[in-house]
C-alpha cells in the first residue's frame, strides 16, 4: 500500500469516528452516559467555586439515582445531588472549566471535547503500532485504529462527560513511549524518559484505572536495562521524579481532606456509595454459578455496546455475530501465537518480544483491576477493559489479518461451514433454538469463501469494507436502539 492510501485511510477512520462521535454526543440524551451527571457536577463546582470539590455522606443516594434512571431524568428532577466523583483526580475537570464558562455549561460542548481527545487516542494507537510492525505498518497500525474508532460503546463512552477519555488517551500515551523505550527508539539520555515520567505525572491527576501505566513503564526500563546493563539508577531517576512533583501536592491535599492513608478518596468513596449492589451479597442470593454466568455475559456484551447506565440492549442476534467474528479473530490470533512459538527465534526480535511482554502485563494489569472491582461491586462493565485497548487492539489486527489472509480463508470458511451444519442439527433437535447460529455461521463461510477470491490486490478494500461494517453499526444503534429508547 502507498503512503498516499495509507493516510488517505487514516483520514477516512479519523473523520468517520469525527462524525459519528459528534452524533452520538449530539443526540444522545443528557446525562445517559454512565456517571455524566457526576462528572458534569465536578466541572460545574470547579467553575463555580474555583475550589476542589470534597467527597462527603450524602453525595451519592442509590434511591435517588435509580428513579432518575428509570425516568430517563426527567428535567423536573434534578441531577445536582449526583456527586459521588467528587473524589477524582482534577486534570480532565480542569481542561474541562473553561468550556463550561465558554459555552455556559453546554453540555455537548463539552461531550465533543471527549470526543476530540477520542480522535487523538486513534493516532497514538496507530503511531505505536508503526513502530512495533515497520514491516506491516499499513495493515496493522490502520486496523488498530479502526477497530478502537468503531467499537460501539467505545463510542458512546468517548462521547460522554467523563474522564475515561483523558486517561485512556494519556496512558495510550504511556504505553507508546515505554514501547519506544523498549525498541530502542528514544535515544539514550534522559530527556524522553523524563516526557514519559511527565505523561505518569498527569496520569496520576486524571484517574486510577491509568495507574498501570506506572508500573509498566518501569518495567519497560527493566527490560532495556536487562539488555545493556548499565544505568538503571539513573533512567528510573529520570523516569520517577516528574510524577513525583506532578502529583505530591494532589496527594498531599488527599492526605489532608480525607486522612492518612486515603491519598486516592477512595476508601471514602467506598463508604459513601451505600446501596450500591455488593459483589458478596449478590452471590449469597443468586449464587456462584449465576454470578459467573452473568460476569461473562455482561462483561462481552457490555464491551460491545450496552447503552445508558447499562440498560439499553442491542438485538440479540448482534451479540451473537459479534460472538462469531470475535471467534474468528481469536482463531486466528491463536495460529499467529502458534507460529510465532515454532520459529520463535526468528520470528520477532528481542526488542518486539520486549513489547509483547508490555503488552501482555497491561492486558493483564487492566483485567486484575476489573476482577478487583468485581470482587467488591457488581460491576460487569466490559467499558472497563477500555484502558487495555493499547494492547486489546493490536492483538484483534494480528488475528483479524491473520484469518483474512487468502489461504487462512479457505480454512475459515471451511470451518464456519462445520460450524453452520452443526448448529443446524442442534436445531433439528431443539427446533428455532440455535436458528440464528446457523444462519450467522453459514454467513460467515461465505463471507470468508468470497474472501478468498478476491485479489490480494485488493486486501485494503477488503478491510475498507469490513471496518465500514462496524461504523454502519454504530450509527445503527443509535438509531435503532439508543434513540428509540431513551429518546
Same mark, same amino acid.
Given at each position: ?217 518501569? $518495567? ?7 539488555? @545493556?546493563?548499565? &544505568? /538503571? %539508577?539513573?533512567? =528510573?531517576?529520570? +523516569? ?101 512459538? $515454532? ?7 528481542? @526488542?518486539?518480544? &520486549? /513489547? %509483547?511482554?508490555? =503488552?501482555?502485563? +497491561? ?125
Amino acid at each position: 500500500m502507498s503512503l498516499s492510501k495509507e493516510r488517505l485511510l487514516l483520514c477516512t477512520i479519523l473523520l468517520a469516528y469525527m462524525a459519528v462521535g459528534t452524533l452520538y454526543a449530539s443526540l444522545v440524551p443528557a446525562w445517559q452516559v454512565p456517571d455524566e451527571p457526576a462528572h458534569y457536577n465536578y466541572v460545574r463546582y470547579l467553575a463555580g467555586h474555583r475550589s476542589f470539590p470534597i467527597l462527603q455522606q450524602g453525595d451519592y443516594s442509590q434511591v435517588y439515582l435509580e428513579t432518575l434512571k428509570s425516568r430517563h431524568f426527567p428535567p423536573s428532577m434534578s441531577v445536582d445531588p449526583v456527586r459521588y466523583e467528587f473524589h477524582q483526580p482534577p486534570l480532565y475537570y480542569l481542561l474541562q472549566t473553561p468550556i463550561f464558562l465558554a459555552t455556559k455549561g453546554s453540555l455537548i460542548a463539552m461531550r465533543l471535547f471527549s470526543v476530540l481527545l477520542g480522535s487523538m487516542l486513534l493516532l497514538v494507537i496507530y503511531r505505536m503500532m508503526l513502530d512495533v510492525f515497520p514491516e506491516r505498518h499499513h495493515e496493522v497500525a490502520l486496523v488498530s485504529a479502526a477497530f478502537v474508532a468503531f467499537i460501539p460503546m467505545h463510542v458512546a463512552m468517548m462521547a460522554g462527560v467523563e474522564n475515561d477519555s483523558l486517561a485512556e488517551l494519556l496512558l495510550a500515551l504511556a504505553v507508546w513511549l515505554s514501547v519506544r523505550h523498549v525498541l530502542l527508539l528514544d535515544g539514550s539520555d534522559g530527556r524522553s524518559l523524563a516526557k514519559l515520567g511527565v505523561v505518569l505525572g498527569l496520569i496520576l491527576v486524571t484517574k486510577t484505572t491509568a495507574y498501570v501505566a506506572l508500573p509498566l513503564a518501569i $518495567l519497560a526500563v527493566l527490560i532495556r536495562w536487562w539488555r @545493556e546493563r548499565k &544505568g /538503571v %539508577v539513573r533512567r =528510573l531517576a529520570w +523516569l520517577l521524579a516528574p510524577p513525583v512533583v506532578i502529583s505530591a501536592p494532589w496527594y498531599v491535599r488527599n492526605a489532608l481532606v480525607y486522612g492518612w492513608p486515603d491519598l486516592l478518596g477512595l476508601a471514602r468513596h467506598n463508604a459513601v456509595v451505600v446501596g450500591q449492589p455488593r459483589t458478596m451479597e449478590w452471590i449469597a442470593a443468586h449464587g456462584m454459578h449465576a454470578y459467573l454466568g452473568r460476569f461473562a455475559r455482561f462483561t462481552f456484551d457490555s464491551f460491545w455496546g450496552v447503552f445508558g447506565w447499562m440498560g439499553v440492549f442491542m438485538d440479540g442476534r448482534i451479540y451473537l455475530a459479534l460472538e462469531m467474528v470475535t471467534l474468528a479473530v481469536g482463531v486466528g490470533f491463536l495460529l499467529v501465537c502458534w507460529r510465532v512459538c $515454532l520459529h520463535r527465534r526468528n520470528a520477532l526480535t528481542s @526488542e518486539q518480544w &520486549g /513489547v %509483547v511482554v508490555l =503488552l501482555t502485563v +497491561l492486558f493483564l494489569g487492566v483485567l486484575a483491576e476489573y476482577v478487583g472491582y468485581n470482587l467488591i461491586f457488581v460491576q460487569h462493565q466490559g467499558r472497563y477493559l477500555f484502558p487495555a485497548l493499547a494492547a486489546i487492539a493490536p492483538a484483534w489486527a494480528v488475528g483479524f489479518l491473520e484469518t483474512v489472509k487468502r489461504p487462512v480463508s479457505r480454512k475459515m470458511a471451511l470451518f464456519f461451514l462445520i460450524l453452520a451444519v452443526f448448529w443446524a442439527a442442534m436445531d433439528v433437535i431443539s427446533p428455532s433454538a440455535y436458528r440464528w447460529h446457523a444462519a450467522l455461521s453459514l454467513s460467515l463461510a461465505i463471507a470468508y469463501g468470497v474472501r478468498a477470491a478476491i485479489p490480494e490486490t485488493l486486501d485494503h478494500f477488503v478491510l475498507a469494507v469490513l471496518y465500514a461494517l462496524l461504523w454502519v453499526l454504530d450509527v445503527y444503534a443509535l438509531f435503532a436502539f439508543i434513540l428509540p429508547q431513551l429518546g
